[in-house]
Nanobody, 113 residues
Framework: QLAESGGGLVQRGGSLTLSCAVS????????LGWYRQVPGKQRELIAS???????HYQDSVKGRFTIARDNAKSSIYLQMRDLKTEDTAVYYC?????????WGQGTQVTVSS
């Protein structure tokens, strides 16, 4: 199971850090990532990280978001800074680049102008 947390309301230019607890353990999961979805659009992968630490970011978040994983805590994180109104979405964690069929509840991030 996946449990995201850390979302909230933040002003443009602000920062937030999202957390995701993975119940099954992540030490042997090759790729994990953060996805986001806005109403009426498909969920999209915005950041991912492999076991070796290789990271990939969508161009829209590159340089502003940082993904991290803590295998011992079975958790991944998304540090977001310089937030923009277009970052407003529900954020989810999952396997990456191919997400599992199950999803957590997600955490809402709202960036106000």
């Amino acid at each position: 199971q996946l449990a995201e947390s850390g979302g909230g309301l933040v002003q443009r230019g602000g920062s937030l850090t999202l957390s995701c607890a993975v119940s099954m353990g992540i030490a042997n999961i090759y790729g994990l990532g953060w996805y986001r979805q806005v109403p009426g659009k498909q969920r999209e992968l915005i950041a991912s990280m492999t076991l070796s630490g290789e990271t990939h970011y969508q161009d829209s978040v590159k340089g502003r978001f940082t993904i991290a994983r803590d295998n011992a805590k079975s958790s991944i994180y998304l540090q977001m800074r310089d937030l923009k109104t277009e970052d407003t979405a529900v954020y989810y964690c999952n396997f990456a680049p191919n997400a599992a069929a199950f999803w957590g509840q997600g955490t809402q991030v709202t960036v106000s102008s």
